[in-house]
Nanobody, 123 residues
Framework: QVQLVESGGGLVQPGGSLRLSCVAS????????MGWYRQAPGKERDLVAT???????NYADSVKGRFTISRDNAKNTVYLQMSSLQPEDTAVYFC?????????????????WGRGTQVTVSS
């Protein structure tokens, strides 16, 4: 079993900052790309940022220059540092990871999601 657990969400004023964390645990052989997605009420889930195992990053245009994704491979953890937050950043933020797990014939790479953490930007 593999689990992703997010933390760090909350209520912040416009212009403020938050740092999200996501820890992967369980029967993990290796973790490939990790990322953050967000879903606002009534909207689809959208990409925020991704980071490969080698550290290459990709960002949505709406967060470039404000958000920074990073990871600690030794801790199976991905972070999202969010700065200059605006009301339009309000959403549930989900962690995603492509994880190789299992043993022998059952080993494979699967896509996992966390349950999400709420980020609300409001004065």
């Amino acid at each position: 079993q593999v689990q992703l657990v997010e933390s760090g969400g909350g209520l912040v004023q416009p212009g403020g900052s938050l740092r999200l964390s996501c820890v992967a645990s369980g029967n993990i052989f290796s973790i490939n790309t990790m990322g953050w997605y967000r879903q606002a009420p009534g909207k689809e889930r959208d990409l925020v940022a991704t980071i490969t195992s080698g550290g290459s990053t990709n960002y949505a245009d709406s967060v470039k220059g404000r958000f920074t994704i990073s990871r600690d491979n030794a801790k199976n953890t991905v972070y999202l540092q969010m700065s200059s937050l605006q009301p339009e950043d309000t959403a549930v933020y989900f962690c995603n990871a492509a994880i190789t797990s299992g043993r022998g014939a059952w080993r494979g790479t699967y896509d996992y999601w966390g349950r999400g953490t709420q980020v609300t930007v409001s004065s």
